[in-house]
Nanobody, 118 residues
């Protein structure tokens, strides 16, 4: 399975962007899908998650501003970001895991850059 992330770009503070992450497998199933972000010199941090059952969780700083969703028909994960701030500037990565125990597999997209100007 390959995850293809897209949708990043340059936006002014207060603006919006929607990131997409398409899975290459038409029969793709997962335990959880997530969006992470990373800035130079810092560890990758979890921004938002969605379970296969649709339960969503968010990092505190993005609650109320970001919305994660998944379209099972197109096998695409989304991250709708609004009220963007310069502190949201980062490389954003999508991630998925599936299977359990020894069969657990992790998949990462290639990253898409989000830059928020003040």
């Amino acid at each position: 399975v390959q995850l293809q992330a897209s949708g990043g770009g340059l936006v002014q503070a207060g603006g919006s962007l929607t990131l997409s992450c398409a899975a290459s497998e038409s029969s793709f199933v997962f335990n959880d899908m997530d969006w992470y972000r990373q800035t130079p010199g810092k560890e990758r941090e979890l921004v938002a998650s969605i379970s296969s059952g649709g339960t969503t969780t968010y990092e505190d700083s993005v609650k109320g501003r970001f919305t994660i969703s998944y379209d099972d028909v197109s096998k695409t994960l989304y991250l709708r970001m609004s009220s963007l701030a310069p502190s949201d500037t980062a490389m954003y990565y999508c991630h998925a895991d599936r299977g359990f125990g020894r069969a657990l597999r992790n998949y990462w997209g290639q990253g898409t850059q989000v830059t928020v100007s003040s």
